[in-house]
């Protein structure tokens, strides 16, 4: 006595084990390569789009120039601006008074971080950068966050960000990933609906989740599957999911 019918067909138990699929062995090899949860990220290629390229951070140079491009400074034929207003005001960290600063913020310095540029092809100039971070080779997961362009290219702001979001899922849905999370401020209504039309699902608000400049922030948790990336894939050129 005292157990319900959940978890039954026509009175006998259903097994549980059956309700939970078992990874095809594609799936399970890539669990023996990518790396647990904490270690080192693995390596992300460049790759162009049609108006954008993303690379990796690598070299002194590149962390310089993406500071130049987010502190404040006249840049790209803009003038100067408050780079906390019109940059960082929905990201958990920033603005930053130096190179050192930026490269110690947490979406950035952790081992399991890759953060990328944002390149604009026809200018051959960086515009923004994001960070793949949270990788988890166990589970075959991984978030995108910290994704932000620079005043100068404002005016194509949600095709920018489209399409370098889409050349990251391309890389990380290639390595297998079973699931690609993307956490955005809850007040980012902008970011929330961009995320909604590119068949990501809000699974919840966390509420309280961060505190930043002394205030509460709630965040907004969007997450894509390997599954629903296939027909995402096929439409806008057949990637392999």
């Excluded at 190179?99 to 960086?126: K, T």
């Excluded at 990933?177 to 699902?201: H, Q, W």
Aim: net charge neutral; glycine share 10%; with cysteine.
């Amino acid at each position: 006595g005292g157990s319900s019918g959940a978890g039954k067909t026509g009175g006998a138990p259903l097994p549980l084990e059956s309700a939970r699929p078992r990874l095809v062995e594609e799936l399970l090899q890539a669990r023996q390569l990518l790396p647990r949860r904490g270690a080192e990220a693995p390596p992300l290629r460049p790759a162009a789009g049609r108006r954008v390229r993303i690379e990796p951070v690598v070299c002194d140079e590149d962390w310089e120039e993406m500071h130049r491009i987010s502190c404040g400074r006249a840049v790209h034929g803009h003038g100067t601006y408050d780079p906390q207003e019109r940059i960082w005001e929905m990201l958990p960290c920033g603005p930053f008074p130096d190179v050192p600063a930026l490269r110690a913020c947490p979406l950035y310095a952790h081992p399991s971080s890759n953060p990328l540029l944002i390149v604009d092809l026809a200018a051959e100039r960086p515009i923004g950068a994001l960070a793949v971070t949270e990788w988890d080779g166990e589970n075959l997961t991984a978030s995108v966050e910290g994704v932000w362009l620079t005043p100068a290219a404002r005016g194509r702001r949600q095709m920018v960000v489209h399409e370098a979001l889409y050349l990251v899922l391309c890389q990380l849905f290639d390595l297998n990933l079973r699931r690609v999370e993307v956490p955005v401020d809850a007040l980012d209504i902008i970011g929330r609906r961009l995320l909604s039309r590119m068949g990501f699902t809000l699974e919840g608000v966390l509420r309280k989740r961060r505190v930043v400049r002394e205030r509460n922030r709630d965040e907004a948790v969007f997450a894509l599957l390997n599954s629903e990336w296939c027909g995402r894939g096929a439409a806008t050129g057949g990637v392999r999911a």
